[in-house]
């Protein structure tokens, strides 16, 4: 099965920026249409951002314009670059594999994603 090692994650004041990663092994992000999602009670969850296999990326409204999604398809590394956070960002975030049958897309909008490893925590206070 996949193991990740998560970096980044901590707290930080409103309008500071932090910046996660994931590195994987045993499962290879250049295959897969991957993304990041966060968690902030019970099953909620939002899915934040998505890059496809080709580097397209989405992003939730809620997001867009503050966070950045890249990877290194050689480490086999994703990561979200955080910026302008406020305390509405204070979650657990998850890289995740978003699956594309049943005519799904690499987008935000794709409710079938599966967490990787065990998350981190960002806060941010006011």
């Known amino acids: 099965q996949v193991q990740v090692v ?13 910046r996660l990663s994931c590195t ?3 499962y290879a992000i250049t295959t897969n249409c991957m993304g990041w999602f ?14 496809s296999i ?29 910026n302008a956070l406020n305390p509405e960002d204070t979650a657990m975030y998850y890289c995740a594999l978003f699956r594309l049958g049943s005519g799904r897309s690499c987008s935000t909008t794709n409710d079938d994603y599966t967490a990787w490893g065990q998350g981190t925590q960002v806060t941010v206070s006011s």
Do not use: C, H, P
């Open 38 to 51: 966060r968690q902030t009670a019970g099953t909620d969850r939002e899915a934040v951002s998505t890059i």
């Open 24 to 26: 994987a092994s045993g």
């Open 54 to 82: 080709l580097g397209v990326k989405t992003y939730a409204d809620s997001v867009k314009g503050r966070f950045t999604i890249s990877k290194n398809n050689t480490g086999n590394t994703l990561y979200l670059q955080m």
């Open 6 to 18: 998560y970096s980044g994650g901590g707290s930080v004041q409103a309008g500071g920026s932090l």
